[in-house]
Structure formats: C-alpha cells, structure tokens
C-alpha cells in the first residue's frame, strides 16, 4: 500500500524518473567497519546501510556520502542522501531500517530534500573531533574504543601554536595520499586542542582536538594529528607542522594517529537557495577526485 508525503515533508523531485530526494542523518562505531565504501567481501557503512534500506524498501538504494570515512573511524554526523521512489515517507523511514540495521550504525533522522541538496558536493564544511588521553596510567578501559592512549605528556599550549599556522587555504599535499587528479588544496578553518578538565582531576588528561575544513584529502586529520603529537611531547619543534606545508608531496616522516580516536561529527550545508551554486562550484574544485577521507 502506497502512502502520500505528509505536508511536513514535501515531495521533491530528484533530477530523473520523479524520485525523491531524501537525506539521512547517520551516526556509527567506526571499530568493526572496514570504512564507510564499499569493498568486495567486507563490512563497510555503506553496504550495512544500503543493503538494509534495499531490503526494506525493495528498491536499489545507493547512498552519496558528505566524506568517506576509513576504517576505525566514528561519526556522529555523517550524512548521505538517495533518490527514493516518492510513495516512500521520509519521515518513517528511519525508524523502518533502524529495525533491520545491527547496533553499530544508526540512522538519526531522515528526510526530503531539494533536488539540489548533495551530501558531498554541497557541503560547505565538515567537522571532526580527535580525542586521546595522556594519563600515566593509560586510557580509560570504558572508552578505549574511541579514545587514544598517548604514553607521552602533551603540551597542548606548544600544539596550538603549532596549529595556528596551519589555518586557511593551503596546499595541504605533505599530510595527505595523493589520488591521481584530485587537488590536495583544502581551506583549514579550525584546529584547535583542549583539555577538558581541571588540573589535578583525572579529566584533565582528557584532550580534544577539533578541526574543521571545507573538505578534507585523505588520510589529513590523521597526519595532522600526528604531527601535531610529535609537537606535543616534545619530539619535534612548533614551526615544524607549519614548515611542512611548502612540500609537494607525502611526507614520510608523519606518522598517522591511530583511526579509533577520530569522529566526524558533523556537515554544514548553505540554505536551500545555495545548495546548487554550491554543488557546482565544488565540482569545479574536486572531481575527478573521490569522495572525502580524512583518515
């Protein structure tokens, strides 16, 4: 039996064949998935979630992402849309696959969107948050899914000195893994690390690191990360993240933080007047690079 949208809920037509735009809000443990792209013989975001929404919906669902997350890595942000058949209503939909979907991926919130809304191409900014602790005695055994153990004291002042000259657009090629015709320019608009508590309280060894950008190449938090820990327990000086940024390719000698302590945790979108300007303009910028990963 069919349903009509609700009013709540307009019914926009995606571009070809009447089908409805619907975005979906979705949050996850990164620990068990092999990334969120799908790879032949292994559990990926993307195949748990269009897998279950073909089932359910007996239709072949296929998800456009804001940023393709690699494996180990959370969200509590992420988000997708997919053109459904329009006796589908949005607004049910999430409570549906929910149903089907195992207990490390859920779908927050589903709805109609323009035809010119795109996960990936209109987003104006993606945002992360790397977390990681450097008590003496180790991480937390309750977080230690999603919480890096760091065995060395961070100077967290030296690391956002370090940060600061990262900031703006820059050519971000000595932190990312090149991919053949994608540009490794990215405009960096946040980063910045707090500790969370009081000295002398066992929160105070609890240290967030929160980076925002337009987009982000792959592997980039991470690498930013770890040359960022490099700063903070003393191994290397606080001009040396920003010194880096004049190299044209992979740096070796960056180490790449541990995926478990990094979430996406959320996607800014312009309103529903810019949303195809948007598109276009970052089409002109990426393709013919992939989807976003910061990992």
Do not use: K
Request: glycine residues 10%; hydrophobic residues 40%.
């Amino acid at each position: 039996m069919s349903h009509a949208t609700p009013p709540s809920e307009p019914a926009t037509p995606a571009q070809g064949g009447g089908l409805v735009r619907v975005r979906l809000d979705i949050s996850y443990d990164g620990g068990e998935f092999s990334g969120w792209a799908r790879q032949p013989g292994r559990r990926t975001v993307c195949g748990v979630l269009e897998d279950s929404l073909s089932m359910i919906l007996r239709f072949d669902v296929r998800l456009t992402v804001a940023g393709r997350t690699d494996a180990g890595v959370h969200a509590t942000g992420q988000v997708a849309h997919c053109d459904l058949p329009p006796e589908v209503v949005p607004g049910q939909l999430a409570r549906r696959v929910n149903r089907l979907l195992p207990p490390d991926v859920r779908v927050l919130d589903a709805r109609a969107v323009p035809a010119d809304f795109d996960a990936r191409f209109s987003a104006l900014c993606r945002h992360y948050v790397y977390r990681l602790t450097d008590s003496p005695v180790g991480g937390e055994p309750l977080t230690r899914r999603h919480v890096l153990a760091w065995s060395r004291p961070l100077d967290v002042a030296a690391m956002n000195a370090a940060s600061a000259a990262l900031l703006g657009e820059h050519d971000f090629a000595a932190y990312c893994r090149r991919r053949e015709g994608a540009t490794t320019v990215r405009a960096l608009q946040r980063l910045r690390w707090e500790r969370l508590g009081e000295p002398g309280t066992a929160a105070h060894h609890l240290i967030e690191a929160r980076v925002s950008a337009d987009a982000f190449c792959h592997s980039m938090v991470r690498s930013l990360v770890g040359a960022l820990l490099a700063v903070g327990d003393g191994r290397r000086p606080v001009e040396w993240p920003g010194a880096l940024l004049a190299r044209s390719s992979r740096v070796d000698d960056v180490v790449v933080a541990p995926a478990h302590g990094l979430a996406l945790t959320g996607v800014d979108y312009p309103d529903d007047t810019g949303l195809a300007a948007r598109a276009e303009r970052t089409r002109r910028l990426r393709v013919p690079g992939p989807p976003t990963s910061p990992g």
